[in-house]
């Protein structure tokens, strides 16, 4: 391989340099660029028939699930075990949460076990924050409370790069449904204007409250209002787990206001990107159809999102920044097969 084909980091300020991934509020926008390029690299690494390189060996990561998830846990132990670190998960259901042990003292056994990472789904926002200023261990927010859940932005954008070929300056994306109680849409709101995009939320005033506009981003309480000019829509479900009250008076009325029905489809854009982070609820934020039409990239999201938290993983562990020239090979040390 010449030494054209991949290069090494030149400038060390261009260099990750946090023990933890905690928000996107806290992160440069070239960090985000540098995730997203990192990821860009290790995409190629999961259309191979064996899947795994030998980045992290000899690094644990420790899964710590407070909350459900499918795709976050899949898809950060999938991205673990092919980076062949050494890979553990937990959850309350079965750990020692349940007989009491503080969040505190699970994270102080876990870094005892020399655990190199945590990746951490906690339903009170600040959780992995409050283990981040007490662990030497890395931290990796997989979704605190309604806060931020940035491994999400970070594979909605890279989608959204991916699929749009171009950088995000400029984009209209427009985040429908329950923005209040969604760590996703702050995330995501964080990561979008960092990038450039003019953001508008769209949703019931009970849900998308004027005070986000401090943030910087438009708001909407009509979805008709948006469609013709944005370039992606990001639809979000209800999270009802997270809600105390009735915010909307039933599910048909807010479907029948803030559903992507057939009907405001064609208000769209014909290239226009529908985004969901799933789980979805087909019939509700959105028509089954288009969850899985042509303009669609949910599942994209879900096959990206592998990449971007191979990335994560690799740039935390002080791996060096892969500047990669498209189709080119990767540097082998990184990315051979692990024996
Ligand atoms: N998008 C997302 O966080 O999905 P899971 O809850 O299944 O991880």
């Keep these: ?3 054209t084909e991949y290069m090494a980091p030149t400038t060390p ?8 991934l905690l928000s996107i509020r806290t992160l440069e926008p070239w960090e985000i660029d540098l995730i997203h390029d990192t990821a860009s690299a290790f995409k190629e690494i999961n259309s191979r028939a064996i899947k795994k ?22 898809s950060f132990e999938l991205a673990a075990n092919r980076l062949s670190a050494d890979v553990i998960s937990l959850e ?21 076990l020399n655990a190199d990472f945590m990746v951490m789904r906690h339903s009170c926002a ?21 806060h931020e859940h940035p491994s999400q932005a970070l594979l909605d954008t890279f989608t959204i790069r991916e699929r749009l070929g171009r950088d995000l300056k400029g984009l209209k994306i427009a985040i429908c449904g329950d923005i209040m109680f969604s760590r996703v849409a702050r995330s995501n709101i964080w990561a979008l204007l960092k990038l450039g995009a003019d953001v508008t939320l769209v949703g019931p005033s009970t849900l998308v409250p004027p005070v986000f506009k401090k943030l910087g981003v438009n708001i909407s309480h009509k979805l008709e209002d948006i469609l013709p000019e944005a370039h992606v829509i990001m639809l979000l479900r209800i999270q009802h787990e997270r809600q105390r009250q009735a915010l909307f008076p039933s599910l048909g009325e807010y479907v029948s206001l803030f559903g992507l029905t057939a009907a405001r489809f064609r208000k769209c854009r014909p290239d226009v990107v529908i985004m969901h982070p799933g789980p979805i609820n087909r019939g509700v934020e959105i028509d089954s159809e288009l969850a899985d039409g042509v303009n669609s990239v949910i599942l994209e999201q879900v096959t990206n999102g592998m990449a971007v938290r191979m990335a994560i993983l690799y740039l935390l562990s002080g791996g060096q920044p892969l500047h990669v020239a498209p189709g080119a090979p990767l540097a082998p040390h990184i990315t051979s097969p692990a024996s």
């Design 126 to 146: 600040g959780a992995a924050q409050f283990l981040a200023e007490r662990l030497r261990t890395g931290i990796i927010n997989a979704g605190d409370g309604a």
């Design 92 to 112: 309350s259901s079965s750990s020692s949460f349940k007989k009491g042990e503080t969040l505190k003292d699970t994270g102080l056994n876990l870094q005892a």
């Design 1 to 3: 391989m010449s030494p």
């Design 13 to 20: 300020s261009r260099q990750w340099k946090h023990k933890d």
């Design 53 to 74: 390189v030998p980045a992290l060996r000899g690094k644990t990561v420790v899964n710590l699930f407070v909350e459900p998830s499918t795709r976050t846990r899949a």
